[in-house]
């Protein structure tokens, strides 16, 4: 049995773990999962995970396991993509632990509104658009000194954080002000082979 990620292609959350398998050379099938008609909702789906949340994965042994963090630090498990030093390791949690509660809840929400939803940009609450620019204003003053998030190496917390950051500006962000961040998104895409 391969591994089966269940996600919607428009979201970062699943495509952080398509990403991180592709990474680390871990064959899964893609099953595309449309959550605006209600695809988290059917009874199948809600047996798998009952959030009724994409992404969903189910491992090559059968038992699901969802929230893309978790999931892609299970499939990195004992790889290069955690870091071996224990407080280097601590930073990558920190990163991606603050990315669930400090960037994505912004980020991705001003990006649902203006780019999927096809929105003007007075729908996005004002707090949005300031929280989002101080997550970014966050990411840019790491990356001014360091190449990746937790030093010289990529770890999950760039694959974490570059999901939603990468597709910012569809959000309504200017992206001109953040030259490290740029710089770095190009640097986790070669790394990762992203090429749309």
């Given at each position: 049995?391969?591994?089966?990620?269940?996600?919607?292609?428009?979201?970062?959350?699943?495509?952080?773990?398509?990403?991180?398998?592709?990474?680390?050379?871990?064959?899964?099938?893609?099953?595309?999962?449309?959550?605006?008609?209600?695809?988290?909702?059917?009874?199948?789906?809600?047996?798998?995970?009952?959030?009724?949340?994409?992404?969903?994965?189910?491992?090559?042994?059968?038992?699901?396991l969802a929230?893309?963090?978790?999931?892609?630090?299970?499939?990195?498990?004992?790889?290069?993509?955690?870091?071996?030093?224990?407080?280097?390791?601590?930073?990558?949690?920190?990163?991606?632990f603050w990315e669930q509660y400090s960037h994505e809840p912004y980020v991705a929400v001003a990006r649902f509104h203006r780019h999927l939803m096809g929105k003007g940009p007075e729908s996005v609450e004002p707090?949005?658009?300031?929280?989002?620019?101080a997550a970014l204003a966050r990411l840019e003053l790491q990356l001014k000194q360091t190449p990746f998030l937790v030093g010289a190496a990529l770890s999950l917390a760039d694959i974490s954080l570059v999901a939603y950051t990468r597709v910012a500006h569809e959000g309504g962000f200017d992206m001109a002000p953040y030259p490290a961040i740029r710089a770095w998104v190009a640097r986790v895409e070669a790394a990762l082979g992203i090429t749309d």
């Open positions: 049995m391969t591994m089966r990620i269940y996600g919607d292609s428009r979201s970062g959350n699943c495509l952080k773990i398509k990403w991180a398998a592709q990474k680390l050379g871990i064959p899964f099938d893609w099953t595309e999962v449309d959550i605006g008609q209600g695809g988290t909702r059917t009874d199948e789906f809600l047996r798998m995970n009952p959030a009724g949340q994409v992404p969903t994965v189910v491992l090559d042994d059968g038992r699901a929230q893309s963090n978790a999931v892609i630090g299970y499939l990195a498990e004992g790889s290069d993509l955690i870091p071996a030093d224990p407080y280097d390791r601590a930073k990558m949690h920190e990163w991606m707090r949005i658009m300031q929280r989002g620019e």
